[in-house]
């Protein structure tokens, strides 16, 4: 009974916010998945749903794993919409559009305490779901609830929703030097 008290005050306590990792630096992901990790280890449950990534095995999958059951990653996405891996823009569009139905009802399941919408500002650069859904996502989001939404060029429509912006901007970058991808760092 004490422990069922408690949970609800905390929820009742809690001001759930909109938070978003955005701009053209390297960091947007690490940012959410940092944040996801701190949430975690407040006993916190975490829910990670990628909509771009999918098909890579990331290192970030191997750790989550390790977890346990109250941090999960979920890729639902096609992978990189530019490479020739296959796939046309129908498919990211329809792997997207999954992945915005599992964000509504794992927003209204009330299972998880912080949800990353990992790329979905991608998602919504490239077409791939609507600005109109993705409010309406925004706006339906429980009062408990802490909401990430990382990715380039946030919209403003998004921004003004936000309770936290954050622009990772690059300043240098080592692709520019020819470097590759790099175990850790980038996967």
């Not at 009802?105 to 991608?122: C, M, P, R, S, T």
């Not at 408990?144 to 912006?165: C, F, M, N, S, Y």
Request: glycine share 12%.
């Amino acid at each position: 009974m004490e422990k069922r008290y408690r949970e609800r005050k905390r929820m009742s306590e809690t001001k759930g916010l909109i938070l978003v990792f955005t701009g053209n630096g390297k960091g947007k992901t690490t940012a959410a998945l940092g944040m996801g990790l701190r949430a975690w280890g407040q006993g916190m449950r975490v829910l990670v749903l990628q909509f771009i990534k999918g098909g890579w095995r990331y290192g970030e999958l191997n750790a989550t794993e390790r977890l346990g059951g109250r941090f999960a990653i979920r890729q639902l996405g096609e992978g990189f919409t530019r490479a020739d891996n296959g796939k046309t823009m129908g498919d990211h569009r329809e792997a997207a559009r999954h992945a915005l139905e599992e964000a509504n009802k794992e927003i209204n399941a009330g299972n998880f305490d912080l949800i990353i919408l990992d790329e979905i500002l991608y998602a919504l650069k490239f077409g791939l779901i609507d600005m109109e859904e993705v409010l309406a996502l925004l706006d339906k989001k429980p009062p408990h609830l802490h909401l990430v939404l990382t990715g380039r060029d946030a919209p403003p429509e998004i921004i003004d929703r936000a309770d936290l912006v954050t622009e990772m901007r690059e300043i240098k970058h080592h692709y520019k030097k020819g470097i590759k991808a790099q175990r850790g760092v980038e996967f």
